[in-house]
């Protein structure tokens, strides 16, 4: 059985965190503000610079549902004062990725280039053309533009051409042999 919703979050000093009556989450922070509503069986309060979770029955789902709600309050507290970022890298002969005022154009060897709309909350630099830092406050949202942007052109496992995350290690397979 996990243990994970019975643990405190601390609420560092640069962070305003508000719970209404009917379970609305708010916290705001350097980073941004991020805003969710508690599940009907989990409630919060905030004593002594800490959030506590409980929950209100004993079965099953509802304490799967009181560790999953502890992590995204910790995840939303921890986003709004640190951030998250996720990297990637583009490997493959003339592929590159150019930020475009709220675009990222992304030349992959198509026919065409592909123009990726940058979300609002979401932060993206690239370094030598090949680099591609993503970087918000929500968690979530920064590893589904980072698999959205994977997703143009997975990496292939007999030349290993394409978009990776960093440091992520790609099977590579031999190809045929001519007898």
Do not use: C
């Given at each position: 059985?996990?243990?994970v919703?019975?643990?405190?979050?601390?609420?560092?000093?640069?962070?305003?965190?508000?719970?209404?009556?009917?379970?609305?989450?708010?916290?705001?922070?350097?980073?941004?503000?991020?805003?969710?509503?508690?599940?009907?069986?989990?409630?919060?309060?905030?004593?002594?610079?800490?959030?506590?979770?409980?929950?209100?029955?004993?079965?099953?789902?509802?304490?799967?549902?009181?560790?999953?709600?502890?992590?995204?309050?910790?995840?939303?507290?921890?986003?709004?004062?640190?951030?998250?970022?996720?990297?990637?890298?583009?490997?493959?002969?003339?592929?590159?990725?150019?930020?475009?005022?709220?675009?990222?154009?992304?030349?992959?060897?198509?026919?065409?280039?592909?123009?990726?709309?940058?979300?609002?909350?979401?932060?993206?630099?690239?370094?030598?053309?090949?680099?591609?830092?993503?970087?918000?406050?929500?968690?979530?949202?920064?590893?589904?533009?980072?698999?959205?942007?994977?997703?143009?052109?997975?990496?292939?496992?007999?030349?290993?051409?394409?978009i990776?995350y960093?440091?992520?290690?790609?099977?590579?397979?031999?190809?045929?042999?001519?007898?």
């Amino acid at each position: 059985m996990s243990r994970v919703g019975n643990k405190a979050v601390e609420i560092p000093d640069k962070v305003k965190v508000n719970i209404d009556n009917d379970g609305a989450l708010a916290v705001e922070g350097p980073k941004g503000k991020l805003n969710w509503k508690l599940p009907r069986a989990i409630s919060a309060k905030i004593d002594n610079n800490r959030v506590t979770l409980a929950r209100s029955a004993e079965s099953r789902s509802v304490k799967a549902l009181h560790g999953l709600s502890r992590s995204l309050v910790h995840n939303m507290i921890q986003g709004v004062s640190e951030g998250f970022s996720k990297s990637l890298e583009i490997e493959g002969v003339g592929f590159k990725a150019v930020v475009q005022g709220s675009n990222l154009n992304l030349s992959l060897g198509f026919s065409h280039p592909i123009l990726f709309p940058i979300p609002n909350d979401i932060k993206i630099t690239v370094a030598d053309q090949t680099k591609i830092t993503i970087q918000g406050a929500d968690k979530k949202l920064v590893g589904q533009v980072a698999a959205n942007i994977r997703r143009y052109y997975p990496p292939e496992p007999y030349k290993g051409k394409g978009i990776r995350y960093a440091g992520e290690q790609i099977r590579r397979k031999e190809g045929k042999t001519v007898q």
